[in-house]
């Protein structure tokens, strides 16, 4: 199987702009989560969606936006960029069959900067 | 809520060395514990799991035990080599979600 893919790969934007981010999970995978990685604060979960839903947010403003489409695939929106969301930006994707021992997979990851 | 709490690296070892990273967890219940392994400017790659206390995930040579009773789920590798360098993660489920939270993750790096 393949396996999670996001793109761009890497991302350069000026304060102010907007950027959409794309994810593509494990085929079969039900589940999509989106994590911000920064040097500072380390792993951060930003939001889980599954069917179409957004399940769980994190403690993110609401400038990071996401959404769900039918097949799974999953787009996370930041509006009004600021210097502090220069980021490798993470999803991952899991089946959605249980909670507790439902195993997330990574992609890649996004390299945000913004200048 | 459910917390985890890993050492401080970096950990600097020579090849063939013995590894140990700790990882101390708070949680309701007894969800999964998860390492994930992250090289240099790739994503999280999923090294092992463990689903239940007693529970040994291994990978790779990479080995850790489910301890209830310590609340903790040490990384140990018996002997390490170069390609090993990478960072290492400890994570378990936010409480009641699929969402992780990880710990600070610890660089290991192994010289030859």
């Known amino acids: 199987k393949a396996g999670v893919t996001q793109t761009p790969r890497y991302l350069i934007k000026t304060r102010g702009q907007q950027v959409t981010l794309s994810c593509s999970p494990i085929?079969?995978?039900?589940?999509v989560s989106w994590y911000q990685q920064t040097p500072g604060q380390g792993l951060q979960f930003l939001f889980e969606?599954?069917?179409?839903?957004?399940?769980n947010k994190g403690n993110f403003p609401g400038r990071f936006s996401g959404r769900q489409f039918s097949n799974s695939r999953s787009e996370m929106n930041v509006s009004t960029l600021e210097l502090g969301d220069s980021a490798l930006y993470l999803c991952?994707?899991?089946?959605?069959?249980?909670?507790?021992?439902?195993?997330?997979?990574f992609g890649p990851g996004t390299r945000l900067t913004v200048l | 809520g459910n917390s985890v709490t890993q050492m401080e690296g970096p950990v600097t070892l020579s090849e063939e060395a013995f590894l140990t990273i700790n990882c101390t967890y708070t949680?309701?219940?007894?969800?999964?514990l998860f390492w994930y392994v992250q090289y240099p400017g790739e994503g999280l790659q999923l090294l092992l799991k463990?689903?239940?206390?007693?529970d040994k995930g291994s990978n790779k040579g990479f080995e850790a035990t489910y301890r209830k009773e310590t609340t903790s789920f040490h990384l140990e590798k018996g002997s390490v080599q170069v390609s090993d360098s990478a960072v290492y993660f400890c994570?378990?489920?936010?409480?009641?979600?699929?969402?992780?939270?990880f710990g600070s993750g610890t660089r290991l790096q192994v010289q030859p």
């Open positions: 949680a309701t219940g007894y969800p999964s």
């Open positions: 463990a689903t239940k206390a007693d």
């Open positions: 085929s079969g995978h039900r589940s």
């Open positions: 969606y599954f069917s179409e839903t957004q399940r």
């Open positions: 994570a378990l489920p936010l409480e009641g979600r699929r969402a992780l939270t």
């Open positions: 991952a994707s899991s089946s959605g069959d249980r909670t507790h021992t439902d195993t997330q997979y």
